[in-house]
């Protein structure tokens, strides 16, 4: 099993980013899927969540990126993505993609909010 | 949601045995709470150790083992090794909603 990420990068206050997460080796369709976000202050924070496709692909997020981040998947492509609107200076992160039980972890990638 | 808490940092010995503890503002840590336990080296990913209390991954090795006691989720290793030294960090889910605790840096010495 492999999570690959992308998509991070540096952004100004306001702007949006999209985060890919490609697996290989298991059905992100199939499996409860997570982005969770680190920072040197503050840790991990876990930043929500999808169910499997048989249970409505249901989507929960954090109180601090409810309303301005995105969860979605192209199951074709087995893909999960974050996209990130209206970000803020405390969004710098690292973002990981992880599955079920924690068990495997995206390599994370670097987003960067400053202007 | 509550906040969850852990141990700053702790040393050990090699070859010795010690207790990272995790947490909760709102009470004691139950099975309920799905608590998870995992290891972070500098520059990598984190990797999962135990998950719902006491489950090991397959590449969880023996000397770790996960518990409840005294309202809270322990983490204890049994004869520390070298590479054991490491960020460890645990987890609480609030009705599907996960916290993190701030991590118990760990140093064999």
């Known amino acids: 099993v492999q999570l690959e990420n992308s998509g991070g990068g540096w952004v100004k206050p306001g702007g949006s980013l999209r985060l890919s997460c490609v697996a290989s080796g298991v059905s992100l369709s199939d499996t409860w899927v997570y982005w969770i976000r680190q920072t040197p202050g503050k840790g991990l924070e876990w930043v929500g969540r999808m169910k499997r496709k048989t249970e409505g692909a249901t989507v929960d997020y954090a109180a601090p990126v409810k309303g301005r981040f995105t969860m979605s998947r192209e199951d074709s492509e087995n893909i999960l993505y974050l996209q990130m609107n209206n970000v803020e200076t405390e969004d710098t992160a690292i973002y990981f993609c992880?599955?079920?039980?924690?068990?495997?972890w995206g390599q994370g990638t670097l987003v960067a909010v400053s202007s | 949601q509550g906040v969850v808490t852990q141990e700053s940092s702790v040393t050990v010995s090699p070859g010795g045995t010690v207790a990272l503890t995790c947490g909760s503002s709102t009470g004691p840590v139950t099975s309920d709470h799905y608590p998870y336990w995992m290891q972070q080296k500098p520059g990598q990913a984190p990797r999962t150790l135990i998950y719902?209390?006491?489950k090991r991954h397959s590449w969880t090795p023996a000397r770790f083992s996960g518990s409840l006691l005294g309202g809270k989720a322990v983490l204890t290793l049994s004869g520390a090794q070298a590479e054991d030294e490491a960020d460890y960090h645990c987890?609480?889910?609030?009705?599907?909603?996960?916290?993190f605790g701030g991590g118990t840096k760990l140093t064999v010495l």
């Open positions: 719902e209390i006491s």
């Open positions: 992880t599955t079920a039980t924690f068990a495997y």
């Open positions: 987890s609480v889910s609030y009705n599907g909603y996960v916290v």
